[in-house]
């Protein structure tokens, strides 16, 4: 072995990784899982592990969202390239937070038993399923105004002609000289 190789050795340690995103995000599991994939990839560390931690309400709003999906990783990484990878997840528009830690306290086949990437999988073709069965049924949520209800045709010629002729109003009505009281004259006639 070479000095630089004994050297790299001894910085490499494996790591913890909690990463919090969105619902509105988790939409498209695979595309999240894709991105953190590339994350470690720029940091140039090796994922021993990933999972589905939970998927919870927040103890309070972050960018407006009051529920989010955690995603654990275990992974080796060069202790020089951690600062880069936390600067990456800052930037991204994907992951809401993320806290790295490292973990001496597991060995690297306890970190390799946890790995769920393969129910990470079937879960985002799932999610992705669903995702296009709400926009064929339209349940998508839309923003804007909400639309005008349509205002009720009016009735055909032939429905009022068999209606029951009722005077509209009871001036225009025909007054008998029954329908007076003694003394009052009916509408329109001069008083005698």
């Known amino acids: 072995m070479t000095d630089t190789q ?3 050795e001894i910085r490499t340690s494996t790591y913890e990784a909690m990463f919090l995103v969105s619902q509105a995000a988790a ?3 695979a595309g999240v899982i894709d991105h953190i994939n590339h994350l470690f990839q720029r940091a140039g560390a090796t994922v021993l592990a990933m999972s589905k931690w939970d998927e919870r309400r927040l103890a309070f709003e972050i960018d407006k969202q009051k529920r989010g999906i955690f995603l654990l990783t275990y992974f080796t990484a060069n202790r020089d390239a951690i600062g880069g990878l936390e600067r990456d997840c800052n930037l991204s528009e994907i992951l809401m937070r993320m806290l790295v830690i490292r ?3 597991l060995t690297e086949e306890e970190m390799r038993a946890t790995d769920g990437r393969e129910e990470l999988a079937v879960e985002a073709t799932l999610r992705a399923e669903k995702a296009a069965k709400a926009v064929q049924k339209d349940e998508s949520v839309s923003i804007g105004a909400p639309v005008a209800e ?3 045709e009016p009735e055909p ?3 009022k002609a068999n209606a029951p002729d009722a005077p509209a109003d009871e001036k225009s009505a025909p007054q008998t000289p029954q329908d007076n009281p003694p003394g009052d004259s009916p509408a329109g006639d001069p008083v005698a």
């Open 150 to 152: 349509q205002k009720p």
């Open 157 to 159: 010629e032939a429905a």
């Open 27 to 29: 939409t498209d599991l």
């Open 103 to 105: 973990a001496d306290h």
């Open 6 to 8: 004994t050297l790299q």
